[in-house]
């Protein structure tokens, strides 16, 4: 293990997939006061209870890790100024000093330790996978926290990203429940209020240690539409749009609206069907495969993205480490796929039911039309996304998308493809299980040399799609829209941060 501060600074990314938030109602902004229209609204404001990109967009306006990324995805120091490694197993972070929580407490070891621990060990954390090579985490004075892993792991900070750090002592005071209807973090802007399906509004903080922000105040609102998201943007009730649908961003850049800028941006999603390989007839590898070959991803690409996306044949897109450039492409061979199914047993074809979120419908219905000259005969189960996602832990099969959060394709494999147990497997809906591949999932952090680790990323990689547990379809790229009195170059992550938007002259 490097025994110097930030290893894999130069490879690493983040994710993910979210959207945000309007609707018709929302009055003009007022001058110090930015309004961010998203798909959706978060799932909770409560740290670590939820593993999800918009939502931890949305926190990371209130809450901060001991590092974060920048918009290019490189490492930079947040509540910890500097780290080090004095041996293979151990990390020492020194805290920012003069750092103080919404309600003023000043932050302390004590609050590092428990927010690290708590994410590990809380029964209800989606992060627990994250946490699961930390062996101790201990203060020594008041700002210095000794992490011990139980292996090396040359990604740790990368995933204790989203490990927000909460106050100790409020949080134990007035217990989760209260706690995520007034959240109080470091972050630059601090809760407000929140219109229940409609709204969020945040406040800057005055004591942020980073220096104050563009604007006094933040609402984010979701939209619902591309026709409502263009409408927003047109009628100036919004600032800034994010993740707008290709139709709405294809709009406004043919009739556009002066001072209106519409930005494409590379994304880390990648959008695929999974399934749950226990039960037929997703157990038969036959069956799998000719759903991979009964897709035309450049048709999806041009027609429902309007080429605002790209074909997927793995994972993760090019921007993560553990890419293979060179995997081939699954073709479109309707015919090909009819001759699985009856190798599977289906000569007359089979009926399959798609659960997917409402938002997705579009895709869902392009699939079926796809699917259908290869026998495959897809029945869709759209669901409004908060009720999508526990009903996607059951499914047999489903469309969903997938980012990886550390720009290292490990988390990917950890939370998908691993099987479940108490630490791994936390996003394996489908309970896909290979006993090989989990030990060659778990053997990932003995890899600190960047040649060594990219080999062994991409022989996972290899092995995972030949065994086709899921079908990726297209990676999509994020699309955006802002005013002329605002400057915002989009992050790679695709996290919306109010205190990186400044205003125009």
């Known amino acids: 293990m490097p025994r110097t501060v930030v ?8 994710l993910t997939l979210a959207a945000l938030v309007s ?10 006061e930015v309004v961010i229209a998203l798909p959706g609204l978060p799932l909770t404001l409560m740290p670590h209870a939820r593993s999800e990109s918009l939502t931890s967009s949305y926190l990371s306006n209130m809450f901060e890790g001991l590092a974060g ?5 490189k490492l930079v120091p947040l509540l910890a100024v500097s780290w080090e490694n004095p041996d293979a197993l151990t990390w020492l972070f020194r805290l920012r000093r003069g750092v103080t929580f919404h309600d003023g407490t000043p932050l302390t070891a004590d609050d590092v330790v428990f927010s690290i621990l708590r994410a590990r060990n809380d029964p209800a954390s989606a992060l627990r996978s994250n946490c699961a090579d930390i062996a101790t985490v201990t203060r020594e004075g008041d700002d210095v926290v000794r992490v011990t892993t139980t292996r090396p792991l040359p990604v740790l900070l990368q995933k204790l990203r989203v490990v927000f750090i909460l106050p100790r002592r409020r949080f134990e005071r007035e217990g989760a429940d ?16 929140e219109t229940a399906g409609q709204e969020i509004r945040l406040a800057a903080y005055d004591g942020y240690w980073g220096g104050p922000s563009g604007f006094t105040a933040v609402r984010f609102v979701r939209f619902q539409s591309g026709e409502e998201a263009e409408s927003l943007l047109r009628s100036g009730r919004v600032d800034l749009a994010a993740n707008i649908p290709p139709p709405a961003a294809t ?9 209106l800028e519409v930005i494409r941006n590379r994304s880390l999603m990648v959008l695929l069907l999974g399934m749950d390989t226990r039960v037929p007839p997703f157990d038969d590898i036959r069956l799998r495969r000719a759903l991979a070959l009964a897709v035309d ?16 044949n793995q994972l993760v897109p090019p921007a993560v480490f553990g890419f293979i450039p060179d995997l081939p492409e699954f073709p479109y061979e309707p015919a090909g796929a009819r001759r699985l199914l009856v190798e599977a047993g289906h000569p007359d074809g089979i009926d399959v039911t798609l659960l997917l979120p409402v938002s997705r419908r579009s895709l869902a219905e392009a699939l079926q039309r796809q699917m259908a000259p ?34 290292d394709a490990s988390d990917v494999f950890e939370d998908m493809i691993h099987s479940t147990t108490e630490l791994y497997g936390r996003d394996n809906h489908g309970r896909f299980a290979v006993a090989e591949l989990d030990r060659l999932i778990e053997s990932l952090n003995g890899y600190w040399a960047r040649t060594q680790r990219l080999d062994a990323l991409q022989q996972v990689m290899a092995r995972v799609m030949a065994e086709v ?14 005013s002329a009195h605002i400057d915002y170059p989009p992050r790679v992550d695709n996290y919306v941060l109010a205190h990186e938007i400044g205003r125009r002259p």
């Not at 290893?7 to 983040?14: C, E, M, R, T």
């Not at 990324?69 to 995805?73: I, V």
């Not at 991803?297 to 997927?312: D, F």
């Open 374 to 407: 290869a026998g495959i005969r897809l029945r869709l189960d759209a669901r409004e996304r908060e009720a999508f996602w526990p009903l996607a832990d059951t499914a047999p099969f489903f469309l969903m998308g997938v980012a990886s959060t550390t720009g």
């Open 69 to 73: 990324f920048d918009r290019d995805m």
């Open 469 to 482: 547990p899921r079908v990726p379809l297209i990676t999509e790229d994020l699309l955006y829209a802002r």
């Open 23 to 32: 609707n018709c109602a929302t009055p003009p902004p007022e001058p110090s």
């Open 251 to 259: 709009a406004l850049a043919t009739r556009p609206l002066p001072g």
């Open 178 to 193: 209260a706690f995520a209807r007034r959240p109080v973090g470091t972050g630059p802007y601090r809760f407000v209020a």
């Open 297 to 312: 991803r450049p048709a999806l690409v041009t027609e429902l993205r309007h080429g605002y996306a790209s074909p997927a």
């Open 7 to 14: 290893p894999f600074i130069a490879w690493v990314g983040l």
